[in-house]
Each structure stands twice: as C-alpha cells, then as structure tokens.
C-alpha cells in the first residue's frame, strides 16, 4: 500500500508557465482534496472531490484547476503560474471524511 | 465563515512537562473536530476525530477533549518524538455540497526538550 502519492517533490516554475501537480491513492478512497499551505495561514483548502466526476471548489480555487476521471487519480492544473502560487501542495483522501484524511508528503512549488 | 483558532503557536516545554493546547471554533453545526500531528517537511498525520461535546479519545500520551466551543489536547509526561506541529480542523454540519470541507487552524509548534 502507498498511501497518497504526490509527483513532484519539487517544482520550481517561471511566471506564466503551466503544470499538473499529480495526486494518486491506492486504497479506493471516494474523498480526495488539495490544500495548499503557507506559513501562518494553515492549510486552504483548494479543490475538492467526493467521487469520480465530481468536483467542487475550495477556499481559494482561483488559478487551479481540477478533474477526477477515475477514483484513483485527482491532478490539480496549475493554469498560469504567478509568484502568489508559491507554496507547499498538499493532496489527502479518506473513505469518509470524520474516518480523518490520509495526506500525501507534498509538492512544494516556487513560481519566479 | 467557519473559524479555527490555535493556542498557543509555539510551546516550549521540558521532558515530563505536561500541558494543554486549545482549539476554539466558531461553526453554526459541528460535524467533527480533528486533531492532526505534522512533522517538518511531511504532511500533516490524522490522530482524532471528536463528535460531540464531552467526548474523549486518547492515543498514547495524547487525549483530546471536546466542548461546544473549543477542543483541548492534553500531552502527558511528553518525549522529544512528540515534537511536531498540531493541527486542529473542523469539519461543518451542512445540507449542501460542502459537508466534506475541512477548516484548518494554523496549529501550536511543540517541542520537547530532553
């Protein structure tokens, strides 16, 4: 079992480039969620997924995209980077939310 | 807006020292309060889920309470291992699509020094 697998570790981007961070979880959770965490402002959430085909925006969704075509995949599209985007990612799923989310170890992203 | 408030940010304390640290919430229905450890460059590791006011759940050194308005982690006679962030999240009673939404606090940094 891998858990919640994040690719890449590391990013760095130039303004106005565009990336996929991918997200990947084996253990058929139907919960998937990004967050994004910068220092002193805890986590925000980004985007959300309550099954495949179904998404939802977060607390700050602006300049991200996402799409859930199979349960266990759930990439967040960076549109066009700007230095505001510079932060680490973090991905999660769970079963059912009150079970507690299992989070991946993150993508921490630097947009120049 | 849901609110999540930590206490203190940072607590320094000595081996055996035990504390307390506090999460107030402002929510209109309270659907679960979780209790989350993270360690540095790592993301953030589930603990607990608390329900309803009065509930208690214990794991090792660490219990966590639950009021109406806020939730307290008890660390008993702690080791430099529980050194970490905590964080405490709340997750809102809603009839629309947002019942999954988590609102994270920004979390006490522990450290235990031997």
């Known amino acids: 079992n891998a858990g919640v697998t994040q690719t890449p570790k590391f990013q760095v981007l130039k303004t106005g480039q565009s990336m996929t961070l991918q997200c990947a979880q084996d253990m058929n959770h139907e919960y998937m969620s990004w967050y994004r965490q910068d220092p002193g402002m805890g986590l925000r959430l980004i985007h959300y997924?309550?099954?495949?085909?179904?998404?939802d925006q977060g607390e700050v969704p602006n300049g991200y995209n996402v799409s859930r075509s199979t349960t266990e995949d759930f990439p967040l599209r960076l549109l066009s980077a700007a230095p505001s985007q510079t932060s680490v990612y973090f991905c999660a799923s769970s079963p059912v939310v009150s079970y507690g989310y299992t989070f991946g170890s993150g993508t921490r992203l630097t947009v120049v | 807006e849901d609110q999540v408030t930590q206490s203190p940010e940072a607590l320094r304390l000595q081996e055996g020292e035990s504390s307390s640290l506090n999460c107030s919430y402002t929510v209109s229905g309270l659907r679960g309060l979780f209790w989350y450890r993270q360690d540095p460059g790592k993301g953030p590791e589930f603990l607990f889920t608390l329900y309803s006011a009065g509930e208690e759940k214990e794991k090792e050194r660490l219990k966590a309470t639950l009021t109406k308005k806020e939730s307290f982690l008890h660390i008993t006679a702690p080791k430099p291992e529980d050194s970490a962030t905590y964080l405490c999240?709340?997750?809102?009673?809603?009839?629309?699509?947002?019942?999954?939404?988590?609102?994270f606090g920004t979390g006490t940094r522990l450290t235990i020094i031997p």
């Open positions: 997924s309550v099954g495949a085909g179904i998404t």
């Open positions: 999240a709340v997750q809102e009673e809603r009839r629309d699509f947002g019942n999954e939404k988590l609102t």
